[in-house]
């Protein structure tokens, strides 16, 4: 099977993302990154969005379930981005990365980045 990548660069969501009172209460900003492994050779050969993964949907999918959440941890909430990618049916293998701008003094940024399969999830 071919290794096809569909991606998705610097999603910014806002989240109630960590364990300090002020991180409970107020939203920050986190970025995301997804990659998921496909097949996109029908949807080349048909010029198809509708039988390839639709980026659009993944990106509104994953801000719903991001601004909807409430988790302590970047590693929880990359986990759960991790399961909405592999639930659809085209997607055998999803690397995502999440992160929180400004959260360390001196870091630009600092996150976690998940690799699965599906078969990872059985």
Known sequence: MPNDKVFIRDLSARAIIGVNDWERR???EVLINIEMS???SAAAKADDVNVSVNYRTVAKTVLQHVG???RLTLEALGMDIIKLC????QVVAARVRVEKPGAVRFARSVGVELERRKTDLA
């Open 38 to 40: 496909t097949d996109v």
């Open 26 to 28: 107020d939203k920050q």
């Open 68 to 70: 909807d959440s409430s």
């Open 86 to 89: 592999l639930s659809m049916e």
